[in-house]
């Protein structure tokens, strides 16, 4: 049964405080200010608090996700990931329970300008064999890279998130990569946003009409379905 958890207060109020739904001009400031105050604050997070999160991020993956991601079980499963950079709830543990529940995992290889491109895992070993970009990009997959259509094969996308609020506005870090990409999704696949518990708001994110929703958060509290996303929810769900 998905774990149900709620906002945390203290995060609110900057949000409270951003327009949602106005011009482009306003909504990209109050992006701006709050990308700064996040990333200022996870860059506070230390090192204990970031491997103790990896670990409980997968378990909430194994225990209250996949149950209800839907699957044609005649089909390898695929789920889209990602790589994470510092800041990020740790992605290794995540990554490994899905290859080892038999999952084919799809990792953004970044490319160049507007490029969308994929990169394949299909074993736990592939975890080490990544390619390290450096800097602030997230390490890659070896080999060569997947067209962007690729992902319409995923029954489960993870994406990250700066922020989310509870309509599955997603905050990222503005180089709209995950909103081009997400256009190549299949309709009845789960987008599940990941992002640090208190960065889970109550209060509208600001929002344009390019800017596409999750259907779920996952944080190391737990995991949330929201409105857009019980559509898919499994007779299990509450």
């Known amino acids: ?45 230390g090192d204990g608090r970031l491997r103790t999160a990896g670990r409980t991020l997968a378990v909430h993956l194994r225990d209250s996700v996949l149950p209800v991601v839907p699957h044609d079980r005649s089909c390898i499963p695929i789920a889209a990931a990602f790589s994470s950079i510092r800041g990020e709830v740790p992605m290794d543990d995540l990554l490994r329970t899905l ?38 990009r997230p390490d890659e997959p070896e ?9 319409s094969g995923a029954d489960l996308i993870l994406v990250p998130a700066l922020s989310i609020d509870l309509r599955g506005t997603r905050l990222g870090r503005g180089g709209g990569w995950y909103d081009r990409a997400l256009t190549k999704r299949e309709p009845g696949a789960l987008v599940v946003g990941i992002c640090w518990e208190d960065e889970l708001t109550a209060d509208p994110l600001p929002r344009q009409p390019h800017d596409l929703p999750v259907d779920a958060v996952l944080t190391p509290g737990g995991f949330t379905l929201i409105a857009a996303g019980r559509s898919h929810q499994g007779p299990s769900g509450s």
């Open 143 to 151: 080999g060569a890279s997947l067209p962007a259509e690729s992902l």
């Open 1 to 45: 049964m998905p774990t149900r958890q709620g906002p945390n207060p203290d995060v609110t109020d900057a949000s409270a405080r951003t327009p949602f739904d106005g011009t482009r001009e306003e909504s990209e400031r109050g992006k701006t200010a709050l990308r700064t105050r996040l990333l200022a604050e996870r860059r506070r997070i």
């Open 99 to 136: 290859l080892d529940r038999g999952y084919r995992v799809l990792i953004p290889k970044l490319g160049a300008g507007m490029e969308v491109g994929w990169g394949r895992m299909d074993a736990p070993a592939d975890l080490n064999r990544r390619e390290t970009i450096g800097g602030w």
